[in-house]
């Protein structure tokens, strides 16, 4: 019998029990583990509340759940209630699919200052997380600034302009649509240093910003590159540029009666962030390409800003005993081997780039290598070592189906039209787990 432990529930995390249950049938059992009572983390808390289709994949991890010999244990921190070096002890193999939870910093002066946050926080806020859920940012104003050119600097934009009515279906937070609702924005300008051909936008996200409500996207015609260059980029990214050059196109008689702008602003890097104690603007460099790299051209202008939210990335956690990469904000492995007996897979191991399927062979690539590194497991403790450690430090273990409970709960009070709506405290999920 092989013994594994997975640290993290999200995708990376399931698709690696998927791919255990695959290798090895009734010969494998495997824990995952979450510091959460709640178990899918991306899923749940970082997927945008408005794409539920993407969020419809938790019902594969479910499957993956429900086996005998699959467990969820959650409402374990690892590193804090168990050691790494414990469940090396218990488990012939312990898989790092930790994600990667926390921003990467601009490194500009004002990033500090109130109502300035980074992506992670802000979409924790929207999507419920614990950690996140009492942020409470002030949306009072009519200036809004998001920072990055990436998916998620769109999720922001589109959670800041859509209306209540947009949020029909979603599973988007009462606290934070009950105060989008009493939003002033006006203006949201996305600032990206380098220029269109650079986005990483994906055309299905860049396209839903022309069909909102009472937002419209604005484009300079004079940022976009000669239309003969587009024949280079892959169709993808082709494809993003033409709908760029889409809402140049805008007739203003088109934007009667919208409310909100979203302008673009491209080859513009962020300086500083002004104010003295919150956000009133921000101080940026209008740039140039050279050989592909945004370089300052030394003119500056400032953008009036209420609020910004800094969208340029993420970075994994680092957990004691575990040597971790600083420059690349990652575990630092080769191939998705640590050491021998200690993995990493998904977002931990290759940073917080691709989608949520490139999780799905990165999952089976890592079970390929710990069959080869385990052989026929060692005759190890798993589950049952680890749940006499639980018993003896006390820890309140969560398993799948206090997590069942807690979901049905949270479908129990939704809001009209929203699928679920979550519980943002540890001890109101355990509070749910615990009814009768
Ligand atoms: P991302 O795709 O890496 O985009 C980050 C953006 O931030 C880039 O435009 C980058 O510009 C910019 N940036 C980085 N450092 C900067 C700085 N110091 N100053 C100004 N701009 C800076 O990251 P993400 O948007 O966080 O997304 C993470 C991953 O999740 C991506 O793979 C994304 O596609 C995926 N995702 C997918 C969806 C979806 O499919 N619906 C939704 C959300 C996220 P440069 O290019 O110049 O570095």
């Known amino acids: 019998m092989r013994h594994i432990a997975i640290i993290g529930s999200g995708p990376a995390g399931y698709y690696t029990a998927e791919a255990a249950q695959k290798q090895w049938g009734d010969d494998v059992r495997v ?15 970082g997927v945008a509340p408005d794409h539920q289709s993407i969020k419809g994949v938790y019902r594969r991890y479910e499957t993956t759940s429900l086996a005998d010999n699959v467990r969820f244990v959650g409402n374990v921190m690892v590193g804090r209630d168990v050691t790494i070096g414990e469940l090396q002890e218990m488990y012939d193999a312990v898989v790092l699919a930790t994600g990667a939870p926390h921003d990467r910093k601009a490194g500009i002066a004002g990033e500090d200052l109130a109502n300035v946050f980074g992506s992670a926080t802000f ?77 990483a936008m994906t055309p299905k996200e860049l396209g839903e910003l022309g069909h909102l409500e009472r937002a419209s996207p604005r484009v300079d015609p004079a ?11 892959d169709p993808g990214q082709r494809k993003s540029v033409t709908l760029l050059r889409g809402f140049a196109a805008i007739p203003d008689a088109d934007r009667a009666g919208r409310t909100i702008d979203v302008e673009f602003d491209f080859f513009a890097a962020p300086k500083v962030i002004l104010g003295s104690d919150r956000a009133t603007g921000v101080e940026v460099e209008r740039t140039r390409l050279e050989n592909g790299r945004a370089v300052g051209t030394g003119e500056t202008y400032t953008i009036p800003a209420d609020l910004v939210v800094i969208c340029i990335g993420y970075q994994t956690s680092p957990i004691p005993d575990v040597p971790f990469d600083e420059r690349a904000g990652r575990f630092a492995n080769e191939e998705g081997r640590i050491r021998p007996g200690l993995y990493c897979v998904g977002w931990a191991r290759r940073g917080p780039t691709g989608t949520i399927g490139t999780n799905r062979p990165d ?8 069959a080869g590194d385990i052989g026929e497991g060692a005759g190890k403790a798993g589950g049952e070592g680890f749940d006499r450690l639980a018993a003896e430090r006390g820890l309140p273990v969560m398993g799948f189906d ?18 679920r709506e979550k519980f943002t405290t540890i001890e109101d999920m355990i509070a749910a787990a615990q009814k009768e």
């Open 31 to 45: 824990d995952i583990f979450d510091c959460l009572p709640v178990p899918y983390g991306l899923i749940r808390f």
């Open 123 to 199: 979409v924790g806020w929207y999507n419920g997380h614990p950690n996140f859920a009492a942020l409470d940012p002030d949306v009072s104003g009519r200036n809004a600034v998001v920072i990055g050119n990436g998916n998620v600097a769109l999720d922001v934009v589109r959670i800041l302009a859509k209306t209540r009515a947009e949020f029909h279906g979603s599973d988007i937070v009462n606290h934070a649509i009950d105060l989008l609702d009493t939003s002033g924005i006006g203006k949201i300008t996305v600032l990206g240093r380098r220029g269109p051909h650079q986005i």
């Open 223 to 233: 940022d976009l590159p000669p239309e003969s260059e587009d024949a280079a980029l």
């Open 363 to 370: 999952g089976f690539a890592v079970i390929e290598k710990i």
């Open 402 to 419: 206090d997590w069942r409970r807690i979901d049905e709960a949270e479908i129990k009070r939704a809001r009209e039209g929203a699928p």
